[in-house]
Each structure stands twice: as structure tokens, then as C-alpha cells.
């Protein structure tokens, strides 16, 4: 079946955030939570691709201390996400996307109030967040994206770089396509070359 919507993680695919957010939570663990600063970015980055209160738990904090941190990462967050952009070939890419008649949408388990500071993120149809609560990467974003453009799960194909996330995505019945990282014009063609193959029906 053909492809009809590209799903796209956000941090470190179309943004080029984690050094940042990596530095910030370890900072802010080694302060809040008494750990080294080493250890706590290798803990950071190893549960990534997840909302940061769930990250928390994953490490072992709870109640107040990870109420501290989780309030001082927000406000650190802001100030990063409020200075970022799209790059430069992720809305290349979007846009030949759209021209092909394709719904582009992004995952991110980022707040929606700071995903919205981004500049550039209109250019997606469609952005899907973090809301505090419940509503985040997996499931509940993409029963959004199915509903809303009344979509089946083979016509939506996920990229990202996290193995978390593709796992994620993947267990739903959605196809993925690993991509390196930040794009570039060479990944940008890779990707629009990996789409019409599967169109065509010649996936591995």
C-alpha cells in the first residue's frame, strides 16, 4: 500500500537539540540529585526519545527532587527551544514531501507549549506533543494521525534516529526508516528514494 503520511521524530532529526538537552540534565541531576555529571548524561542520553518525567522515574528519582528537576529542565528547555529552528533540509524535505501529496507530521515527547516556539514548525501539517500528561510518542499520537487524516497504519511511514522510538512505532504496525541523524541533501534524496521503492513495492 502506498505511503500517504511521513511521521518524523523531532529532536535530533529535524532539530538539532540533544547536545544541549543533554548538558542541561545533567547539570541539573548532578545539582538536584546529587549524581555525577558524566554518569547522569550517559543516563540521559540512554533514555531518550522519552518525556523527561518518565526518564526520572527510569533513573530511580521520585517526589520532590524530581519535581525540582523537572521544573528547572522546562526553563532551560524554553531557552533552547526558543533560539532553534527546523534545519535547513528537513523543511527541504517537507516541502517536496507535500508536493507529492503527503501528510507531514512530527512525534515529539518535547511540551507543546515549547514545541510551538520553534521556528519553522508550521511547515508540518500536523504536530504531535507532549501535553503534561498522558498524550505523548506512541499510541495516543498516532490514533491523532489516523483519525484526523483517515490513514491505516501501512500508509505512514515513521523517521527518526532512535531505536526507541522506531521500536515504538514499529510494534504499532508502522513502517520506519532510520536515518542518521540530522539531515542532509544526501539524506534528504535517500529518503525520497526509500519512499518511491516502497511504493513501488520493492521494500527489503
Do not use: W
Amino acid at each position: 500500500m502506498k505511503i500517504k503520511a511521513i511521521l518524523f521524530d523531532f529532536d535530533g532529526t529535524v532539530i538539532d537539540t540533544m547536545v544541549y538537552y543533554a548538558e542541561i540534565a545533567s547539570k541539573i541531576l548532578k545539582e538536584e540529585c546529587g549524581l555525577d555529571q558524566d554518569f547522569a548524561k550517559r543516563l540521559y542520553l540512554s533514555t531518550a526519545g522519552r518525556d523527561f518525567p518518565t526518564q526520572l522515574k527510569l533513573m530511580g528519582i521520585s517526589g520532590e527532587k524530581a519535581n525540582r528537576a523537572y521544573k528547572r529542565f522546562l526553563e532551560e528547555k524554553k531557552l533552547v527551544l526558543r533560539k532553534s529552528e527546523i534545519s535547513r533540509y528537513a523543511i527541504e524535505l517537507i516541502e517536496k514531501l507535500k508536493a507529492m501529496g503527503l501528510v507531514t507530521a512530527v512525534s515529539t515527547n518535547n511540551e507543546c507549549n515549547l514545541v510551538r516556539m520553534v521556528r519553522g514548525i508550521e511547515r508540518f501539517d500536523e504536530v504531535l506533543c507532549f501535553d503534561g500528561r498522558g498524550y505523548r510518542k506512541g499510541l495516543p499520537h498516532l490514533l491523532t494521525l489516523l483519525g484526523k487524516y483517515r490513514l491505516k497504519e501501512e500508509e505512514v511511514l515513521f523517521i527518526g534516529d532512535s531505536d526507541y522510538d522506531i521500536e515504538i512505532y514499529s510494534k504499532l504496525g508502522i513502517r520506519s526508516l532510520k536515518t542518521k541523524g540530522i539531515f542532509d541533501e544526501d539524506e534528504v534524496n535517500k529518503i525520497l528514494k526509500e519512499i518511491q521503492r516502497m511504493d513501488d513495492g520493492k521494500e527489503d
